[in-house]
């Protein structure tokens, strides 16, 4: 079975970067083959897509972090990586990495299979 777990959230000032990382374990057939991203789920409001990467390096952003956000990975590690920059109040929610084991990934209004417990992002003015 597939596993994620996400590190990295925390509370961060207006302005400020954090870095979230996703360690999966997936079946060795699939090392470094797999769709892998970044969903999000503000307070009161519905989980929105924000990155994925495909296993050929292909990237989408959602509109709203384009520019600040960056989404990587290792595949010698199945690791994938979020750089936020330029942080505010809009980015504040609950963070979830996904994956899915098809080498391209979906729209970002599609979610993926298989998902990690979370880490919390909060910004403050």
């Known amino acids: 079975q597939v596993q994620l777990v996400e590190s990295g959230g925390g509370s961060v000032q207006s302005g400020g970067s954090l870095r979230l990382s996703c360690a999966a374990s997936?079946?060795?057939?699939?090392?470094?083959?797999?769709?892998m991203g970044w969903f999000r789920q503000p307070p009161g409001k519905e989980r929105e897509g924000v990155a994925t990467i495909d296993s050929f390096g292909t990237t989408r952003y959602a509109d709203s972090v384009k520019g600040r956000f960056t989404i990587s990975r290792d595949n010698a590690k199945n690791t994938l990586f979020l750089q936020m920059n330029t942080l505010n109040s809009e980015d504040t929610a609950m963070y979830f990495c996904?994956?899915?084991?098809?080498?391209?990934?979906?729209?970002?209004?599609?979610?993926?299979?298989?998902w990690g417990q979370g880490t919390q992002v909060t910004v403050s003015s």
């Open positions: 997936v079946p060795g057939y699939f090392h470094g083959t797999i769709c």
């Open positions: 996904a994956a899915d084991l098809v080498p391209y990934c979906p729209g970002l209004r599609n979610p993926l299979k298989y």
